[in-house]
């Protein structure tokens, strides 16, 4: 998933969800980086209140993993609330002996050169997350790369790779069909999309992975414009309408103050630096 999407907004910041989604228009810089060229673009807009950017969790693993991005990751832009979030899929092929996470870690612990496990990139939110759950359970675990798509999840089923960890978007379909088990996801509790998926935190006490998304205007902006945004959020956010497409994509409501989002946003750049320097991650 790209780090971020800006977003270019003419319309009232205090009107109906359908209002505010009528007057807004993206901008695509296209691909690159990480999503660091959209954030950089937008860390150095006007602060006026019409240009935005939805962040996703991407945004703080390259903050952590990239020897430099052309912006501070915190102090260039004004948060305005966190949209969703969403968990981790733990996944193997159907033929993989493993019907749980205790015994494919087990199973990693007993091989010298442990298990794989794939992602959409280097230095992605899915490819940190294998780091940690490596990490702590102290499981060696093989990283291999993919440039995204769905070739992550091919690689799995065909049995290339031992482990997809993804989202419930992207594993779902083929947990559905039979041609991937689910043996974990990275919430704290299990998670509607996959009800009977245990969490992961039943073989290692305390583990959790929550990714995100979230809006954000260059640093600056007005603090009244922000409290509209965040106000005009918050009743978007209630409508059951929305909640259900949410629900339905693997994701719930998320809402958050501006203070909030900014906190929870310097807390997973320390995290996954921290997992990038115990992985020894070379940074990009």
Do not use: C
Not at 36 to 63: E, F, N, R
Not at 85 to 94: D, I, L
Not at 243 to 249: G, T
């Amino acid at each position: 998933m790209p780090a971020a999407t800006p977003i270019r907004s003419r319309g009232s910041s205090r009107q109906s969800s359908k209002a505010v989604s009528s007057n807004l228009s993206w901008w695509n810089p296209g691909p690159g980086a990480g999503g660091t060229i959209a954030s950089g673009h937008v860390a150095k807009a006007p602060a006026d209140g019409y240009t935005l950017i939805m962040l996703t969790g991407g945004h703080t693993a390259s903050a952590a993993v990239r020897k430099s991005v052309p912006y501070d990751p915190v102090a260039d832009f004004s948060m305005i609330s966190t949209v969703t979030q969403f968990p981790f899929v733990v996944a193997v092929s159907a033929d993989n002996p493993a019907k749980t996470l205790a015994q494919l870690l087990e199973t990693a612990r007993g091989k010298s050169d442990g298990v794989s496990f794939s992602s959409v990139g280097v230095g992605s939110t899915q490819h940190l997350t294998g780091e940690l759950l490596a990490s702590t359970a102290k499981a060696p675990m093989l990283h291999i790369p993919y440039r995204g798509g769905g070739a992550p999840v091919v690689s799995v089923i065909a049995g290339d790779v031992d482990v997809l960890v993804d989202t419930a978007t992207v594993a779902g379909p083929q947990i559905q069909a039979g041609k991937l088990r689910a043996l974990a996801v990275t919430s704290s509790e299990p998670w509607p999309l996959l009800p009977d998926v245990p969490p992961a935190n039943k073989a290692l006490p305390g583990f959790e992975v929550m990714s995100w998304l979230g809006l954000a205007a260059p640093a600056g902006t007005p603090a009244d414009v922000i409290g509209k945004l965040n106000a005009t959020l918050d009743d978007i956010l209630k409508d059951p309408g929305v909640r259900k497409k949410l629900n339905d994509m693997g994701s719930e409501p998320y809402y958050s103050s501006p203070d909030g989002m900014r906190d929870m946003i310097r807390d997973n750049i320390v995290q996954w630096k921290q997992v990038v320097q115990q992985a020894q991650i070379p940074q990009q």
